[in-house]
C-alpha cells in the first residue's frame, strides 16, 4: 500500500523484536519492514539457521533496510535477553507453567507502561514451525497469546510480530481508535442550501407536470426531502447535486409533444410518493 | 508459530476480504492465512494480474487452502461489490472527498455491528504498489486507515488484511470495549442498487453531453458516485432518487436547439467535477 513520507523523522524506540532461531531469511526481513511500519528498530536473532547477513532478509524488508542493518545476532536467548528488564514470549498454544497469559492489547499497554517507565523490554518470537521450546518460554516474565481462530491458529512469524508491533503502536496513541490522520469534517449545510436544492428539484419536475394532484405533490416532496435531509449532505455535496439537477433540467420544457416520447427505464416503482 | 487444533471448527464469517489487482500469488495466498487465522473465508478478487488459480497462492495459503478455493474472481470492483451492504476501502495516505476516515478498531467494530444487524460487509484493498485508485475508493462508503509509522507507512498487502481480520475477530470477544450488537436502524441498499442509479444518471447527462472531455468526465462521475455513496442510502431511497432523475429525464434530449434556452439559476460553482 502507498503513502510512505521519506521526509518525516522516523520513529525508533520500544520493544526489542527477539527471534529464536528464525528460518527464513524471507521472514526475517517481512519482520524489519513489520517493526519499521509501527515504529520499532531494536531486532535481535538468535542463532538464524542460515546465518547472518541475509539477501533474502534484505529484499523482504522493502524500506526497512536500517533495521537489518542494525540486528544484532546472539548465540543464544539468555545472551540476547541480557540487557532487557521485562520480556513478553509469544506462544499460540496453552501452556502449562505459572506464567501470567496476556492478550495483544494488555500486553501493548504493559509494555508501554514499563518502556515509559524507564525499563527495556522486549518481546520473544519462536521458529516458525515449532514455535518456542519450554525452557526458552521459561526465560520470559509473561506470555501473550493472539485471539485466533482455533483451527486456524498458526500465525506467520512476522504476522505475529506485526500484531505485536501494532499493538505497542496502539498503546501510545491518545485514542486507539483514532486515525492516523482526519477525514473531511461531514458538516451538513446550512438549511437554506438544502432548501434551495428542494426549491430547484421540485420546480422542475412541477414544470413537467409531474405532480398529479395537490394530495400527490404533497406526499412525493415529503418523500424527496426526507431521502435528501437524511444524509446531511455538506455545502459541496449539496453543490454536486444542483450541478446534477441542473444539467438534466437544461432543456426545453414539456409541451406535450415530448410526451410522445417513451421514459427511459421508467416503471411505477421509481416514481416517488408511490410507495 | 505453532498450536493449530484441526479438530476444532471452523469459524466463517464476516467482512469480504476484495483485492483489487493484486500483483503477486504469494500475497494472495499470505492473505488467505491471515483471514483464516481469524474466521474470515469470504475472498474476492478483481483482475488479480497473474490470473487464477495461481499455485503460488496456494502454497503460500499454508492451511488456508479452503479460503484459495472458496475464491471468486471478477471483471470489476462494482461486480465485487454488488451484493454487499456495506464496505470500507483501506488507504495509507489522506483524500480529498467526502468520505469519514476511521481507524482499525473502531472500522472492526462498526463491521461487527453491521454485519449483527444482518448487513452483508466487505473491506477493499489496493494493488501492492499503488494501492486504490480515486475511483475505487469513490465507491467505498467509509476509508480505513492503519497507526503507522509516517516514515514506513506502506504495509504489506497481507499485513494490512491481517491487521483488520485481527480487529474483527478482537470487535467480537466479549469484553468491555465489545460493541453493542444492535444492528443499525437504516439499512444501506445492496451496491448494485447503488450501481443501478449511478449508470441512470451517468447516462442522461452524457445523452445531454454533459461530460466535455474524458478527463472531466472521470472527476465529475467520482464527485457524483462520492456524493451519493457516502449517505448509504437504502433501497427505498434509491428508488425515490430515480424517479427524480426519470421524470427530469422523460423529455426529448439535446438537439442543440434548446441550448438557446438560458438555464434557469445554472452557474459553474454548481457544476460536479469543477471544485
Same mark, same amino acid.
Given at each position: 500500500?502507498?503513502?510512505?513520507?521519506?521526509?518525516?523523522?522516523? %520513529?525508533?524506540? &520500544?520493544p526489542?523484536?527477539?527471534?529464536?532461531?528464525?528460518?527464513?531469511?524471507?521472514? %526475517?526481513?517481512?519482520?524489519?519492514?513489520?517493526?519499521a511500519?509501527?515504529?520499532?528498530?531494536?531486532?535481535?536473532?538468535? /542463532?538464524?539457521?542460515? &546465518?547472518?547477513?541475509?539477501?533474502k532478509?534484505?529484499?523482504?524488508?522493502?524500506?526497512?533496510?536500517?533495521v537489518?542493518?542494525?540486528?544484532?545476532?546472539?548465540?543464544?536467548?539468555?545472551?540476547?535477553?541480557?540487557?532487557?528488564?521485562?520480556?513478553?514470549?509469544t506462544?499460540a498454544?496453552?501452556?502449562?507453567?505459572?506464567?501470567?497469559v496476556?492478550?495483544?492489547?494488555?500486553?501493548?499497554?504493559?509494555?508501554?507502561?514499563?518502556?515509559? &517507565?524507564?525499563?527495556? @523490554?522486549g518481546i %520473544?518470537?519462536?521458529?516458525?514451525?515449532?514455535g518456542?521450546h519450554?525452557?526458552?518460554?521459561?526465560?520470559?516474565?509473561?506470555? @501473550?497469546?493472539?485471539?485466533?481462530n482455533?483451527?486456524?491458529?498458526?500465525?506467520?512469524?512476522?504476522?505475529?510480530?506485526?500484531?505485536?508491533?501494532?499493538?505497542?503502536?496502539?498503546?501510545g496513541l491518545?485514542?486507539?481508535? /483514532?486515525?492516523?490522520? /482526519?477525514?473531511?469534517?461531514?458538516?451538513?449545510?446550512?438549511?437554506?442550501?438544502?432548501?434551495?436544492?428542494?426549491?430547484?428539484i421540485?420546480?422542475?419536475?412541477?414544470a413537467?407536470?409531474y405532480?398529479?394532484?395537490?394530495?400527490?405533490? /404533497?406526499?412525493?416532496?415529503?418523500?424527496?426531502?426526507?431521502?435528501?435531509?437524511?444524509?446531511?449532505?455538506?455545502?459541496l455535496? %449539496?453543490?454536486?447535486?444542483? &450541478?446534477?439537477?441542473a444539467?438534466?433540467?437544461?432543456?426545453?420544457?414539456?409541451?406535450g409533444?415530448?410526451?410522445?416520447?417513451?421514459?427511459?427505464?421508467?416503471?411505477?416503482?421509481?416514481?416517488?410518493?408511490?410507495?
Amino acid at each position: 500500500m502507498a503513502g510512505t513520507d521519506k521526509l518525516r523523522p522516523r %520513529i525508533e524506540e &520500544g520493544p526489542a523484536i527477539v527471534l529464536v532461531a528464525p528460518q527464513l531469511g524471507e521472514n %526475517i526481513g517481512m519482520v524489519a519492514r513489520a517493526m519499521a511500519n509501527f515504529g520499532l528498530a531494536d531486532l535481535r536473532l538468535v /542463532a538464524p539457521r542460515d &546465518g547472518w547477513p541475509s539477501e533474502k532478509a534484505e529484499s523482504a524488508a522493502a524500506g526497512a533496510i536500517h533495521v537489518i542493518e542494525g540486528a544484532q545476532v546472539f548465540d543464544t536467548l539468555e545472551a540476547a535477553l541480557a540487557d532487557l528488564n521485562f520480556t513478553y514470549a509469544t506462544t499460540a498454544r496453552e501452556r502449562d507453567g505459572h506464567k501470567p497469559v496476556r492478550g495483544p492489547v494488555e500486553a501493548g499497554r504493559t509494555l508501554r507502561q514499563r518502556f515509559s &517507565g524507564g525499563e527495556k @523490554v522486549g518481546i %520473544i518470537f519462536g521458529r516458525e514451525r515449532t514455535g518456542l521450546h519450554n525452557d526458552e518460554i521459561a526465560l520470559a516474565d509473561e506470555l @501473550v497469546t493472539f485471539p485466533v481462530n482455533p483451527s486456524h491458529a498458526s500465525l506467520n512469524l512476522a504476522q505475529a510480530v506485526l500484531l505485536m508491533a501494532y499493538e505497542w503502536m496502539s498503546s501510545g496513541l491518545s485514542d486507539a481508535t /483514532a486515525p492516523a490522520f /482526519a477525514g473531511p469534517a461531514i458538516e451538513p449545510a446550512p438549511k437554506q442550501e438544502l432548501y434551495g436544492l428542494f426549491e430547484q428539484i421540485e420546480e422542475a419536475l412541477s414544470a413537467r407536470g409531474y405532480f398529479r394532484s395537490a394530495g400527490k405533490r /404533497a406526499k412525493a416532496t415529503e418523500n424527496l426531502r426526507a431521502v435528501l435531509t437524511r444524509p446531511g449532505f455538506t455545502t459541496l455535496e %449539496i453543490s454536486v447535486l444542483r &450541478g446534477l439537477v441542473a444539467s438534466l433540467d437544461r432543456f426545453q420544457r414539456n409541451d406535450g409533444s415530448s410526451r410522445l416520447e417513451s421514459p427511459p427505464r421508467r416503471t411505477a416503482r421509481t416514481e416517488p410518493g408511490h410507495d
